[in-house]
């Protein structure tokens, strides 16, 4: 039997690997991951692509390390940071940005236990300033020192600054009556909060963004003319768990406000966020995927001025989606990607493109790849005229994975 199950495993793995190599549009670049995943993306300024993904070095020990795309190859590894005490999750990864205008100064994150619970965990940050040599001593966004989850982080530049946002559970951890949400049965809500920091990690504008939310779907931000926005997935009343943002206007934070009305009625969170973009001017987009009336689907909106509003969503999915979207500028439309179920096992990393009239202009599939939660999520990036994409791709039976990246045409 497991001779049999062996099989079926090197028949499915060569048959993603033919599904990539075999399409002339992708051109896969060898990845510098021997044994990993939870891979991220970043294409700084001055052009250049980062990619970041955890390296699992034995069954206690993981490493969060980086490379840079350049002259077509990814260069050798550089180690940001290693432990055996990490919370390494398929949906909640680390990652990397670098500050705006800066080759040398990046910044980096992962998420590490602060106590026995299943989900007490701190994000931590590091920054170097000299490209990656050397990782400046971590620091922890959160303020409030409580043992409880804080996770689903999102960094973008601001300037001479980064904002960062993440799911912050200080309050699940209270004596006050439990409202059913949280993992461990006890406390309040989840909360949304944000805070900016500079390259030599001085906090500053911590604030909470949104008093109650869903518990473990991924954030999402992105800068317009009038400052950052942030998309989440929402925990309104009678659990309705749709897409929320919040803007900011100079120096001040608007209060949430619901994207559009799916009304997606779910007692647990779907871990399954939704992603913003924006050109740094008065265009901005989102994807995101819904079940509402128990039909999936993806979907995505415009806005044409800085978030205020958007347009009436359309949905780009082929009939069976699981969401895990990523979204790019392509000029002024939009590049959409997404996971499409085909069976129990198998699906594929589909692509979409989207005028601002809201109608579809093309599609294309870029692999194959499992359905499994240890597939994570597929990133999406843009560089220059194609798409670079970075996906986990299970190896056996025992969901053993390592990272594949491609540069597509499209």
């Known amino acids: 039997m497991n001779f049999i199950k062996n099989i079926a495993s090197v028949c499915l793995l ?21 044994l990993g995943g939870e891979p991220n993306l970043f294409v700084s300024s001055d052009g250049k692509a980062h990619l970041s993904w955890v390296e699992y070095l034995n069954d206690s020990t993981d490493v969060l390390a980086f490379s840079t795309l350049e002259s077509g190859n990814w260069t050798a590894p550089k180690i940001i940071a290693q432990g055996t005490d990490w919370f ?23 998420l590490q236990k602060s106590a026995e619970g299943t989900y007490d965990y701190d994000v931590k940050i590091a920054i170097s300033n000299n490209g990656g040599q050397k990782w400046n001593q971590p ?47 006890q406390g309040g809500a989840m909360t949304l909060r944000g805070a900016f920091f500079d390259k030599n990690g001085k906090l500053s504008g911590d604030i909470e963004l949104d008093n109650k939310v869903c518990d473990c779907c991924s954030t999402s931000a992105a800068m317009t003319q009038n400052g950052v926005i942030v998309a989440y997935r929402d925990r309104l009343e009678e659990e309705i768990r749709d897409i929320s943002i919040v803007r900011q206007i100079g120096k001040d934070w608007t209060r949430p406000r619901r994207l559009h009305a799916d009304n997606w009625e779910i007692a647990g969170c ?37 978030g205020a509003n958007f347009s009436t969503p359309i949905q780009i999915d082929d009939g069976n989606p699981l969401g895990r979207v990523d979204l790019v500028f392509d000029n ?35 692999t194959e790849t499992s359905v499994a939660r240890s597939s994570g999520f597929p990133i999406l990036e843009r560089l220059n005229d194609r798409l ?23």
């Not at 549009?25 to 060898?30: N, R």
């Not at 590049?335 to 579809?360: F, P, R």
């Not at 670079?388 to 499209?410: G, M, P």
């Open 388 to 410: 670079l994409v970075a996906w986990t791709e299970i190896l056996d039976e025992e969901e053993n994975t390592t990272i594949r990246t491609a540069l597509v045409d499209f």
């Open 270 to 306: 779907p871990v399954n966020g939704p992603k913003i973009i924006a050109d740094g001017g008065k265009n901005v987009g989102v994807a995101w995927f819904t079940m509402a009336q128990d039909t999936p689907r993806v979907k995505v909106a415009f806005s044409s001025d800085a």
């Open 139 to 185: 620091f922890i966004p959160h303020t409030d020192g409580i043992a409880a989850e804080h996770g689903f982080v999102s960094m973008i530049p601001n300037g001479k600054q980064i904002f960062a946002t993440w799911l912050d559970g200080r309050y699940t951890k209270t004596e006050n009556e439990s409202d059913g949400h949280d993992h461990e049965g």
């Open 14 to 34: 060569c048959t993603l690997l033919f599904s990539c190599q075999n399409n002339p549009a992708v051109l896969e670049i060898t990845s510098p991951c021997k």
């Open 332 to 366: 002024n439309k939009l590049i959409i990607s997404w996971l499409e179920g085909k069976n129990t096992e198998t699906g594929s990393i589909k692509l979409a493109k989207v005028n601002t009239a809201g109608q579809i202009e093309k599609k294309m599939v870029i």
């Open 88 to 110: 390494v999750n398929w949906a909640d990864f680390p990652s990397i940005v670098t500050f705006e205008g800066s080759t040398k100064d990046i910044a980096a994150h992962w």
